[in-house]
């Protein structure tokens, strides 16, 4: 399998047996070619050596490529990653020694406690500094869904906590920050993680010298956080491309990030996943009646659904409950009681990592139909149907790549589909574009004269969500009847 050009890099250590060396430059694809220089090269392969396979460092500071203890070592890295086994600095070992990766060994203890668990299945994890990368809500979410990853597999259960003794201390910080392991600055090491144990055991540590995202672009923080995590808990490296726990992080990943040796792994130190209590059934709310609410129930990481300028990228009702889309985050609000369920998407809908940018309900068909960017997935009862389709299968021209909001009117039969300063109108009956669209928002609208956000169709009115307020449109009359504020639709 390909070495991708994002790695995971990380350390998992509570004793290393040497000094911990600057990981390997990145070095763009297009400029990944043997060196031309083999002192060069030399120095790459034996600092790398000494790293992660425990190359001693030769008397002198002299480095040969004839040396015995080197060869083997090179040999070691080489069964390691599954290359031809010749001992010799080949083209396509060099590539593997290039590439940005985590900053565990890979064949050698690295930890007194390799290998242990934590005495404790319920286990609290903190955030402590963040990244100006992100939003704090972003940043919160992300790390709840990559620590959900493993709690989906096994018996494992996180609870946030908001003080410093947590078991888990996730941190964004920069070079030198306390733990005799300093990040190199941008491209080198991402992050690093200590395995279980008393004091720094568990913390997770961020390199914020980097770029960190959401998606493909710069570094994933949820792909990279569910692999630290990993070793948090832990599990050591695996010879395996299709697994989280690979030394080199692979991106983009399927669906399900765990691949079968890691869910083993993870079941061998903590136990598989067993159905936890509804804690949710003295509010009236039921795995029969309500299927999001079945299965194992996560821990909140609650975010502050008051604050005054809070805003949805999509909202729709899904049968009797009403969706709150934010980024990677959602809330479930039951349209007949007062309690809001809520956590990362992927917590009720794991096949779905993204965020969402609209979202409709079709009464008729009991299906909801949720749009990110160019593509949307089916929702029929609980249950996502299938993979993602293009927005093409509904008759847009192929200029469209996104919707900002959607909704569907019962009593035309149509669903709106609002683009910028334009909207179509689909016909449900036919499953067509209706003749004559797109249309301005401004002609057919009067009084909304600005990108809408989100949309939802609830006892005659279209309510659209415009950043941090609401307008009530009364789509008969053609005219605003009132304006709230976002945040009043969760009880604020």
């Known amino acids: 399998m390909p070495i991708m050009l994002l790695s995971c890099l990380c350390i998992l250590v509570l004793v290393l047996p040497g000094p911990c060396f600057t990981a390997p430059a990145f070095i763009p694809e297009g400029e990944r070619s043997p060196s031309t220089e083999p002192q060069i090269d030399l120095k790459l392969a034996t600092e790398y050596l000494q790293q992660y396979y425990n190359l001693k460092k030769e008397p002198f500071g002299r480095r040969k490529r004839s040396w015995p203890s080197f060869t083997s070592k090179v040999k070691d890295m080489q069964i390691f990653f599954g290359l031809n086994t010749s001992g010799v ?36 994890y903190s955030i402590g500094r963040y990244t100006r990368d992100l939003p704090r809500s972003t940043v919160d979410s992300l790390v709840e869904s990559a620590l959900s990853v493993w709690a989906r597999a096994s018996s494992l259960t996180f609870v946030r906590s908001y003080t410093r003794n947590a078991d888990i201390m996730v941190e964004f910080v920069t070079y030198e920050h306390g733990d005799l392991y300093p990040f190199d600055g941008p491209r080198g090491t991402l992050a690093h993680a200590f395995g279980p144990g008393e004091g720094i055991g568990g913390d997770t540590h961020f390199d914020d010298a980097e770029h960190w995202t959401t998606g493909q672009q710069g570094f994933n923080l949820y792909l990279v956080a569910a692999h630290e995590f990993g070793h948090a808990l832990g599990l050591k490296h695996s010879r395996n491309p299709e697994s989280l726990m690979y030394p080199t992080y692979n991106s983009p990943r399927p669906v399900n990030l765990l691949s079968r040796e890691d869910v083993a792994n993870v079941n061998a130190l903590y136990g598989p996943n067993r159905s936890r209590p509804n804690y949710l059934s003295r509010y009236g709310w039921s795995a029969q009646h309500n299927p999001w609410l079945s299965g194992p129930q996560f821990p909140r990481l609650m ?27 959602l809330w479930i609000k039951h349209n007949k009681q007062y309690d809001i369920k809520e956590g990362p998407i992927t917590n009720f809908m794991p096949k779905i990592e993204t965020n969402i940018d609209a979202a409709f309900w079709v009464p008729r068909r009991s299906t909801a139909y949720l749009i990110h960017e160019s593509m949307f997935w089916t929702v029929k009862g609980s249950l996502v149907k299938g993979k993602p389709r293009p927005l093409s299968h509904f008759g847009f021209p192929a200029w469209v790549q996104d919707v900002d909001a959607a909704v569907h009117i019962v009593k035309t039969g149509r669903t709106l589909f609002f683009i910028h300063d334009i909207y179509w109108s689909y016909n449900e009956n036919r499953r067509i574009m209706d003749i ?57």
């Open 89 to 124: 600095l080949d083209s396509e070992t060099l590539e593997v020694m290039r590439s940005p990766r985590c900053g565990v060994p890979d064949v050698e203890d690295y930890s007194q406690n390799q290998g242990t668990r934590w005495n404790k299945n319920i286990i609290t």
């Open 303 to 329: 975010q502050n659904k008051c604050a005054a300028d809070l805003t949805f990228d999509a909202v729709s009702t899904l049968g009797d409950a009403t969706f709150f889309f934010r980024e990677t985050y």
């Open 436 to 492: 004559g669209y797109p249309k301005y928002i401004s002609e057919d609208f009067p009084g909304l004269n600005t990108t809408i956000s989100a949309a939802v169709h609830k006892e005659g009115f279209i309510y659209f969500f415009v950043g941090p307020q609401v307008y009530k449109y009364d789509y008969t009359q053609k005219h605003i009847v009132g304006v709230e504020k976002a945040n009043t639709w969760l009880g604020c």
